[in-house]
């Protein structure tokens, strides 16, 4: 009764939400949402049917609108509506994935999706499998932390100082997303022992880099145990080269991690044609982690940690068996039940079913949908790229793409014409476009038919000069910082050329109205 | 559309599943529930409508029924419908709190709620503050490495072996929940750190073995730096006693974090009157831990942690800055919207706004609703404890309770008759009576009508044998093990007597049947 109230109140706002003119993002202080969202009040009593209806819909118009195809802020958008009735379902299940009596339905589906996308990514059917998390962090600290268990056993009991002479150390991008980062400070590794690998221009880990640094790293004493290679960069979206890096972990013993969060669907579901470089070395990676919640539309959070040798792995290096919830001594198991308790592999206990969601979506549009959603959304990367590239230069300033897209987000400049026109580039325009973007991008935002996000990345150049100011991180290779530029990430279906072109003229307007006395 | 047929077929499920002759479980062998599922099948093109409610019905048939008010088996029981509307909209929004500009309403709900949650939590209005995690044990996990990096601030980028020989500890008991080790174990502090201290008979926490034991460690050039006490234990639900513990850990200048993910409910909502072991000491605990998804029946998961000082210290602790993310630098802001990114105090990255779920419960029902609720949970526990005690031995066995419910979960054992009469109480009575009440807890599920479990605990006894034997904890104090017991945990606001009642009879008639011959 409440549920069907809901689904009309709902369904509302997502038609309201999907239109061309709605407002995506309502750029106002905390302070006055919070006076919208009457958060001061706890009630003692009840507020009744009306008056709850009044506070969803007011939840919804404070929210940030995703359905619209105008929402280009991160790296998930709109979620599938089947997915949406798949959060329903685990509500109304309220099923609990930890042991396999909690959820039966939930382990098995988890189990099944997982052995698949496992197969997909080329890991060997009998041990292909796997287990979602809530969110690729978590997917990526718990496989951080297996590698280091296994490594080095005696970590579980008697802690990592006692391996304190083998100088454990991680390596990753320096495009790498965070987590990583966090999880080595999680795990007690460091931030000092984590070694950022530049990129060549395009952001994908160089592998000859790689190599050296692995090989100083073992000629100081260091034990590397751990290399992350990225399949979609966060910003950039690139993918790091994995053969040449497989080939580099097979030569030093390291377990290597695909965090493929964000762009592992394109080498699983999209094929080679589309995004060559998205390919998954088979049988080469130890693990890969996935959220369907992103390129796939799964709603937030969908994301599976899948690993190669099988979850044994995980529950021998994580695992405590606690026995008043693992009934490993169940007298009457007859089955591989006991098995199916997923908790003991993971840090946690309790476990949301997620995989349910996306089976749910997998069965109702069939494996075609993701091939043709991540083939659309590449394509509209192509065609925005192109857009950047062949566009004019007018009287309110250039356009300059920063790389080719390898994926499906694109990345560029709008390089004010005061700024063309202030003198030559270098450091002072520089920072000037830097700022340039940043208020260019809060005034589109701001004017709520569009939310899009800028970034900046770190990259790199020979250096064969003796100025001391040069920040040298291997041998010649100097550090630096782009200015930061538009990051524009393609996902929502509804996305046509008509959305692409929005963007390039509302940059180009909010460009004009911010310069004008310039 | 998609959402108001959905409504309808779990709008049928839910009110099938609280009749009272439905099944609760259905005891089938994972291999036969794969194929009800289909699970083989990852099909090329959608299956459209009619046969995606055929499995949407499947699952929900597939799954635990824990809308009964005979799912007596875990710390949560059924969810709330207007919880069940809160994960729908969740899903609709699909906004993500880990920056504010994705999710402007989720993240000011959730720092209203957790404020006022940790205001009733007796921490000074100033700096109340806390953060929604997936489950609790990601909150305790958090808390810690918190704990840890505010005592060791060069853990963070020099690793845990730069502190090696300050030999981090880290203390709990040993009726506390596997997520503080599994935390330290993460952390790489190790196993054999964290320090169990022994309980009295009705499980809390010894605070004069506590001191002695700090103190042991100080004396062995150890540095304890994290006492985890327990509000409501996961199987005897009992309440440490937090006042003492507060002193000790004031005198040791120690962090106190109360893992109250389960029990803490019941202070900050039920008063002094139905459990008073269950009170906080007035801003004198660093951190708590509450699950609103156990006690308070708000869906899968919303678990909170809430922190004294303010996120703060969670941001300085675990916090990175991510630029990319979190835009500190941000030239148009004029406000506290930069502070309100939530995720970079975290170790995850992408979050889902778990908390609009409970505000949306807190409006719909008021305070009242959470006091009569848990009031309920605590006069069930009450009279089952009752009748456990005063239902007179019969011709099958006898009833006997664990010990007092502290709160709202009763532990009990039905000894079998045949047991009873076989001789004297000793190792072999114990090893029966485990076995026993394992195999007719199993019987009784195996029925479909209810759903429980069973547990058992390590309890301790003054031993002054010299036999070398006894594994000596502290001086003369004896581990043993208790024989498994049927643990009820009273949660859903639908038991009543009857269900009780439902509870007893089972047992007697499941020990009935198995041991008939006997």
Known sequence: MLLAEASEVLSEYVQHSQ????????????????QELDLSLFP?????????????RTICATATNTWNSGFLYKLYAAPTPIGVVGETLLGVLNNNAHVFHASPAGTLIETAVAAKLAQLAGFPSQTAAGLTFPGGSYANLHVLMTARNERFPEIKSAGLCAVASAKPVVFTSCHAHYSIDKAAMAAGIGLDSVVHVPTDQSGCMDPVILRRMLQDAVDNG?????????????????????????????????????DGSWGSPLALF?????????????????????NPHKLLGAPLQC???????????????????????????NPDATDDSGSLDLGDATLGCGRRPDAVKFWLMWRYYGTQYFVDRLNHARRMALQLADMVVQRDP????????????????????????????????????????????????????????????????????????SDDSCQKTIDNLVKYTLPAFFRIPLNNPDVTKTTLVAVLNSIEKATRELYKDK
């Open 270 to 290: 999209s094929g080679d044609t589309m995004t060559p470089t998205f390919k998954i070395p088979q049988g080469r990676i130890n693990s890969l982690t996935i």
């Open 222 to 258: 260091q034990t590397p145990f751990f290399v992350n290679a990225t399949m979609g960069t966060t910003v950039l979206g690139a993918c790091d080269p994995l053969d040449a890096i497989a080939d580099i972990c097979d030569e030093f013993k390291v377990w290597l991690h695909v």
């Open 394 to 465: 007018n009287a309110y300033g250039q356009w300059r793409l920063v790389s080719k897209p390898q994926s499906t987000c694109v990345c560029f400049w709008f390089v004010p014409q005061w700024l063309l026109v202030s003198g030559r580039e270098g450091p002072d325009f520089d920072e000037s476009l830097d700022l340039a973007t940043r208020k260019i991008c809060n005034r589109v935002n701001a004017s709520g038919q569009l939310l899009m996000d800028y970034a900046s990345v770190d990259l790199f150049k020979s250096c064969s000069s």
């Open 303 to 329: 994301s599976f940690l899948l690993m190669r040798d099988g979850l044994n792995v995980m529950r021998r290096a994580l695992g405590l068996g606690a026995g008043y919830l693992f009934h490993a001594d």
């Open 44 to 56: 003692e009593h009840g507020v009744g049917k009306s008056e709850i209806w009044h506070d969803v």
């Open 19 to 34: 239109q061309q003119d709605t407002t995506i993002f309502r750029d106002k202080p905390p302070e006055i949402l919070r």
